[in-house]
T-cell receptor, first 112, second 114 residues
Framework: NAGVTQTPKFQVLKTGQSMTLQCAQDMNHNSMYWYRQDPGMGLRLIYYSASEGTTDKGEVPNGYNVSRLNKREFSLRLESAAPSQTSVYFC???????????FGSGTRLTVV | DQQVKQNSPSLSVQEGRISILNCDYTNSMFDYFLWYKKYPAEGPTFLISISSIKDKNEDGRFTVFLNKSAKHLSLHIVPSQPGDSAVYFCAASAFGNRDDKIIFGKGTRLHILP
C-alpha cells in the first residue's frame, strides 16, 4: 500500500521552463491537495480538488495550474517557473471531511 | 491573516520531561483540529486529532487539549523521547463548511535534549 506517491522527488528548473509535478493515491480518497512548504511559512495550500472533476484555488494559486485527471491522480503544473517557486511541494489526499490528510514525501524544486 | 498560529518557532525539552506545544486559532467556525509531525525530507504524518465536541483526546504519550473559549489547543508529549525531535504542525478545518480545506500553522521545531 503506497499511499500518496509524488514524482519527481527532486527537480532543478531554469527560470521560464515548465514542468508538471505528479501525484497519485491508491486509497480511494475523494479529495486531493497541493501544498508548498517554505522556511518560516509553514504549509500553504496552492490548489485542491474536493472530488473528481472539481478544482479550487487555495491560498497561493498564482503561477500554478492543476488537473484532476481521475480519482487517483492530481497534477500540478508550473507553466513558466520563477525563482519564487523554489520550494518543497507536498501532495495530500483525504477520504472525506472530518478526517486528516495523508501526505506524499514531497518534491524539492529549485528554480534558478 | 493567519487563522492558525503557532507562536513558538522552536522548543527545547529534556528527554523524559513533558513537551507542550501550543496553538491558537482565530476562526470560530473551526471544529476539527489536528497535529502533524514532520521529519526532514519526509512528508508530514498525522499524529492526533480532536473534534470540537471534546476538550481532550489521548493516544499513548500524546494528548491534545482544546479550550474553545480561548480558541487555544495544546499538544502534550509525556515522556519526551529523542525520536520526538521534529517539526510539529497544528491544523484546523471547518467540517460544516462547503470548502474542504485544512489550514496549517507555521510549525514548531521540537528539540529533545539528551
Amino acid at each position: 500500500n503506497a499511499g500518496v506517491t509524488q514524482t519527481p522527488k527532486f527537480q532543478v528548473l531554469k527560470t521560464g521552463q515548465s514542468m508538471t509535478l505528479q501525484c497519485a493515491q491508491d486509497m480511494n480518497h475523494n479529495s486531493m491537495y497541493w501544498y508548498r512548504q517554505d522556511p518560516g511559512m509553514g504549509l500553504r495550500l496552492i490548489y485542491y480538488s474536493a472530488s473528481e472533476g472539481t478544482t479550487d484555488k487555495g491560498e497561493v494559486p498564482n503561477g500554478y495550474n492543476v488537473s484532476r485527471l481521475n480519482k487517483r491522480e492530481f497534477s500540478l503544473r508550473l507553466e513558466s517557473a520563477a525563482p519564487s517557486q523554489t520550494s518543497v511541494y507536498f501532495c495530500a489526499s483525504r477520504r472525506d471531511r472530518g478526517t486528516g490528510y495523508t501526505f506524499g514525501s514531497g518534491t524539492r524544486l529549485t528554480v534558478v | 491573516d493567519q487563522q492558525v498560529k503557532q507562536n513558538s518557532p522552536s522548543l527545547s525539552v529534556q528527554e523524559g520531561r513533558i513537551s507542550i506545544l501550543n496553538c491558537d486559532y482565530t476562526n470560530s467556525m473551526f471544529d476539527y483540529f489536528l497535529w502533524y509531525k514532520k521529519y526532514p525530507a519526509e512528508g508530514p504524518t498525522f499524529l492526533i486529532s480532536i473534534s470540537s465536541i471534546k476538550d481532550k483526546n489521548e493516544d499513548g504519550r500524546f494528548t491534545v487539549f482544546l479550550n474553545k473559549s480561548a480558541k487555544h489547543l495544546s499538544l502534550h508529549i509525556v515522556p519526551s523521547q529523542p525520536g520526538d525531535s521534529a517539526v510539529y504542525f497544528c491544523a484546523a478545518s471547518a467540517f460544516g463548511n462547503r470548502d474542504d480545506k485544512i489550514i496549517f500553522g507555521k510549525g514548531t521545531r521540537l528539540h529533545i535534549l539528551p
